[in-house]
């Protein structure tokens, strides 16, 4: 079968840093993507990893583990605007479909 | 920038009525999907195109059809629109191995 697992839900004060954990358990992997979307608006993307290891973008960072089947979003210097809910996708072998997980939303508080 | 456009935001419609949501995509991408999106679960596929007049089942393809005539067009049916089908729907377009870019979603309510 085919899962993703993240955090429902995650606070964090503003100017800190926060990690939202994804695992997933499918069948085959090309891909793992993560999307912001702020309530009410389009997912918008992230980042993107197929290689073990950190990619890191201004303020947000991402990891993966493929023999962990685990990643990472990693949020520094967070801004009140960054509260909005965060997406993992896995992208499986010969498919450009997504699988997505439930989402986590974070809100930063001042 | 990659423009995805939906033709409504927001919808209101009867149990029984045929429904349609546009999507038009302005980048040639070959891929376009409908999602829906629900509280407590997240984003789920109902159909996935990757060319013209080609289409793919997703996870949750029932009572909803597509149709796909132009590379930049994409449309959702709902045959007879029932209401566990309110909910918010999102079109997206990638091209091959490419990250999907979403339109604006249309909130669906059926009454």
């Known amino acids: 079968g085919q899962n993703i697992d993240q955090p429902t839900e995650m606070t964090a004060t503003e100017g800190a840093i926060v990690q939202i954990n994804c695992t997933y358990q499918?069948?085959?992997?090309?891909?793992l993507f993560w999307y912001q979307q702020h309530a009410g608006e389009a997912p918008t993307f992230l980042s993107y990893n197929v290689l073990d290891g950190l990619e890191e973008k201004g303020r947000f960072s991402s990891f993966l583990s493929r023999s962990k089947g685990y990643s990472y979003l990693l949020l520094k210097e967070l801004q009140m605007k960054d509260s909005a809910s965060y997406l993992c996708?896995?992208?499986?072998?010969?498919?450009?479909?997504?699988?997505f997980g439930t989402g986590t939303r974070l809100q930063v508080f001042p | 920038d990659v423009k995805v456009t939906q033709s409504s935001r927001y919808l209101v419609k009867r149990t029984g009525e045929k429904v349609f949501l546009e999507c038009v995509q302005d980048?040639?991408?070959?891929?376009m999907f409908w999602y829906r999106q629900d509280p407590g679960l997240g984003l789920r596929l109902i159909y996935f195109?990757?060319?013209?007049?080609?289409?793919e089942k997703g996870d949750i393809p029932e009572g909803y059809s597509v149709s796909r005539e132009k590379k930049e067009r994409f449309s959702l049916i709902l045959e007879s629109a029932s209401t566990n089908q309110t909910s918010m729907y999102l079109c997206?377009?990638?091209?091959?191995?490419?990250?999907?870019?979403f339109g604006d979603g249309t909130r669906l309510s059926i009454l």
């Open positions: 499918t069948s085959g992997f090309n891909g």
């Open positions: 195109s990757y060319d013209v007049k080609m289409k």
């Open positions: 997206a377009s990638s091209p091959p191995e490419g990250r999907q870019h």
């Open positions: 996708a896995v992208r499986a072998p010969n498919t450009d479909k997504l699988i």
């Open positions: 980048m040639d991408h070959e891929n």
